[in-house]
């Protein structure tokens, strides 16, 4: 009910000014004495401890990357019960995206279209901020580090910038995400094709046994493959042994949305999340999940607006769920009510 009032006041903002409105009130709120413990005691729920690649979350339910980009609050994040937190996407140097405005909200469809563009403080910022967190903070929360390429950087080049990321990031995080999958960064996805894709991440296995990191590595998905790329990416994920996959990002189809389509072309282009993604992604998950006999561990995401939705991407074979465009439109009463429901599985 609270959050219900303060979204109202929220959606009368920018969208993009707005989440650091929230987030920048929520910092000061944290400051004042027992603060943290009221909050966490509020939000953070009993834990429902999950495996995954010698990780143990204690819940499910993460946080997607793009809501923290910079690593700026870990730990005001970490007190409302996220199993674990995604930061980034992160590249070499920092770059300030796509021109603003640049974050529109759809509330007919409980949905985002974002073209930020990989907006961030460069990675050895980030990083710092993740080492920081962890040296002052004991919180069981596990953290992921999302890595992208520069806009400058030609496609032939992009494992370089791969690599830089990943050295940076995997010293200071519990896994990395390897991002091909925006829709944001021109010819960006292009980098899903299977012998581009298998030269990034072939690199940064070979690099996660040579520095003796032991990280996880994921890889991002975009839920607009066609089957042959999908199962090309399907094939090397086995081949090379990737620790798993994260179904999905964002989506450059405008289907299933009731918004009227006068005001979607008027935004223009831009990755949609949010609820019309929902049957998408759970059909992804599903396919997945049967294609490979479920030798891929999957991360489920895109459309999670209750906690009903999340409990049908762990149905269809997710081990673990993310949320983004849920925890904009609900407020963070979804995360505890995601956790009440997997506890009674």
């Known amino acids: 009910m609270l959050y219900s009032l303060l979204r109202k ?6 969208a993009e000014k707005a989440h650091y409105f929230t987030m920048d009130v929520l910092k000061v709120i944290c400051k004042l004495p027992f603060a943290k413990q009221i909050i966490r005691k509020m939000f953070c729920p009993p834990d429902s401890p999950v495996t995954l690649c010698g990780l143990q979350f204690k819940n499910p339910v993460g946080l997607a990357a793009g809501f923290d980009k910079n690593a700026k609050y870990l730990d005001e994040l970490s007190l409302l019960g996220f199993g674990f937190i995604e930061i980034g996407t992160v590249t070499p140097l920092p770059q300030s995206g796509n021109p603003k405005p640049r974050l529109f909200r759809l509330p007919k469809d409980q949905a985002l ?5 990989f907006n961030n403080d460069g990675v050895e910022k980030v990083a710092d901020r993740v080492k920081i967190f962890r040296e002052k903070n004991r919180s069981k929360t596990i953290i992921g580090g999302n890595i992208g390429k520069n806009k400058i950087t030609p496609n ?7 690599e830089t990321c990943f050295l940076k990031i ?3 995080t519990d896994y990395v995400v390897v991002n091909v999958s925006s829709p944001n960064t021109p010819g960006l996805r292009d980098l899903q094709q299977k012998e581009e894709l298998k030269k990034i991440l072939a690199h940064l296995i070979f690099l996660n046994k040579e520095k003796k990191y032991f990280k996880p590595i994921f890889l991002k998905i975009a839920p607009d493959l066609n089957q042959n790329d999908l199962n090309d990416i399907l094939n090397l994920a086995i081949e090379i042994k990737l620790d798993g996959l994260i179904i999905n990002n964002t989506t450059i189809s405008r289907e299933h949305c009731k918004t009227k389509r006068e005001k979607i072309d008027k935004i223009g282009a831009g990755g949609l999340s949010g609820k019309p993604l929902l049957d998408r992604s759970n059909d992804l998950i599903k396919y997945v999940s049967d294609k490979t006999n479920q030798k891929i561990p999957i991360i489920g995401s895109g459309g999670i607006i209750t906690a009903g939705d999340a409990i049908k991407k762990i149905n269809q074979g997710s081990v673990l769920i993310q949320i983004f465009t849920g925890f904009i439109y609900q407020g963070p009463s979804l995360i505890s009510n995601i956790n009440k429901k997997f506890r009674e599985m």
């Not at 006041?9 to 920018?14: A, E, G, S, T, V």
Request: glycine residues 4%; hydrophobic residues 50%.
């Open 156 to 162: 032939e080049n992009a494992w370089k910038d791969y």
């Open 9 to 14: 006041f929220l959606f009368l903002l920018d």
């Open 170 to 172: 995997a010293p200071v």
């Open 113 to 117: 279209i974002n073209r930020m563009g």
